[in-house]
């Protein structure tokens, strides 16, 4: 089923994000305005309800991703992924920082941890210690590697953390367009600056477990344009944003551009387009249509 939203016909997702508190830190930055403040367990209940509800919004979703500074700490956690599984649930995902992936099993199936090292970045030691805690923990992750300027310099680094680290897929996204970025060190490189740092990246987890790229099109990547994903909506709620009043991810959080080319594209299927962040950059080629 599609939306019609101001940037076109988008499919309805199946999936919720739920931002449960208002502190984000390790996250690979969006769009999305900070919230005023964090979700209730009163609220994440009604907004459970509302979105696995069959209802004019189209089919109810049966995926969850949970996402905020701390979720692991939150005593009523269990309580509310229990109620989240008997609703229709069928995966719920953390995207998680460094420090929450020491503790005890917190329910979910699978946790997404920004593997980034350098300026704006964790220390080594510390993401040893979160690919520990989750192995302890039995719950696979899936790294997400950030392509920002100032972490392009450890970037083969980070993705040998993250092999050795365990990590069950790792996906390098270039950073999104959220119109400013908080410090030097999230800036977005040009790309010719980033597919050559994946040149040195991607052979070495290549073959050996699941990898995509994400952020860049296709016409971009040369021969890594196989390892292209497309990305998938969700519905994004936080304290500002609930029930009927939630966000669609894209375009609501991040708009994805494409030329009128791109039609003619054998890729453009699985082609989120361009960001905005850097495709206005002098050093980036041009959009065309790969044959």
């Not at 109810?60 to 005593?75: F, N």
């Not at 060190?185 to 290549?206: G, Y």
């Not at 994903?229 to 009927?244: C, G, I, T």
Request: aromatic share 6%; net charge positive.
């Amino acid at each position: 089923m599609l939306a019609w939203t101001s940037a076109g016909a988008v499919p309805r997702p199946r999936t919720l994000q739920l931002r449960l508190h208002r502190s984000y830190p390790d996250r690979v930055a969006a769009g999305a305005p900070p919230p005023s403040r964090s979700l209730s367990t009163d609220e994440v209940v009604a907004n459970l309800r509302w979105f696995t509800a069959a209802s004019a919004r189209g089919l109810p979703v049966d995926a969850l991703v949970l996402s905020g500074g701390g979720v692991p700490t939150r005593s009523d956690l269990p309580e509310l992924l229990g109620l989240a599984r008997s609703l229709g649930i069928t995966r719920a995902v953390l995207h998680a920082g460094v420090d929450d992936l020491g503790g005890p099993p917190t329910g979910v199936d699978r946790y997404v941890l920004p593997v980034r090292l350098g300026p704006g970045g964790a220390d080594p030691a510390s993401l040893r210690a979160a690919f520990a805690g989750a192995r302890a923990a039995g719950v696979p992750v899936d790294a997400n590697v950030p392509l920002a300027r100032n972490a392009l310099p450890s970037l083969v680094e980070a993705t040998t953390l993250a092999r050795e680290g365990g990590a069950a897929s790792v996906t390098f996204t270039y950073p999104f367009p959220t119109g400013s970025f908080p410090s030097e060190a999230d800036l977005p490189p040009s790309v010719p600056e980033a597919v050559a740092a994946l040149a040195s990246a991607i052979p070495l987890v290549d073959g050996a477990l699941p990898v995509a790229i994400k952020g860049l099109p296709g016409c971009w990547l040369g021969p890594h344009a196989r390892l292209l994903r497309k990305s998938r909506n969700r519905w994004y709620v936080d304290a500002d944003h609930q029930l009927d009043a939630a966000l669609l991810f894209f375009p609501g959080v991040i708009a994805f551009r494409k030329a009128d080319v791109c039609r003619f594209c054998r890729l453009d299927g699985g082609c989120d387009g361009s960001l905005p962040a850097g495709s206005g950059q002098p050093a980036n080629p041009p959009i065309r249509p790969v044959e």
